[in-house]
């Protein structure tokens, strides 16, 4: 999956690491909780891969596992 800049972000994660994506992210507190939340565009060959019965995978780096949420939206008009 490739990261999309997300609409009204108000910050971009490891803009100067080379080794990571640069990644657009919209801060946001819904009901008292913090939310970062981030845009990402699937390649043609994972969209094929959903097509066809596959699954989302989540990785997260380290050792602990933070609260996460997957979501999908509309395609843009």
């Known amino acids: 999956m490739q990261p999309l800049r997300i609409s009204n972000a108000t910050r971009v994660l490891a803009e100067t690491q080379d080794e990571y994506y640069a990644l ?5 507190e819904i ?9 990402w565009e699937p390649t043609p060959k994972e969209l094929a891969d959903l097509a066809s019965g596959g699954a989302v ?3 997260i780096l ?3 596992h933070p609260p996460v949420m997957i979501t999908t ?5």
């Open 31 to 39: 009901s008292g909780v913090n939310h970062m939340t981030s845009v």
């Open 73 to 77: 939206q509309p395609a843009p008009e």
């Open 24 to 28: 657009a992210i919209r801060d946001e």
């Open 62 to 64: 380290g050792t602990g």
């Open 57 to 59: 995978r989540l990785t």
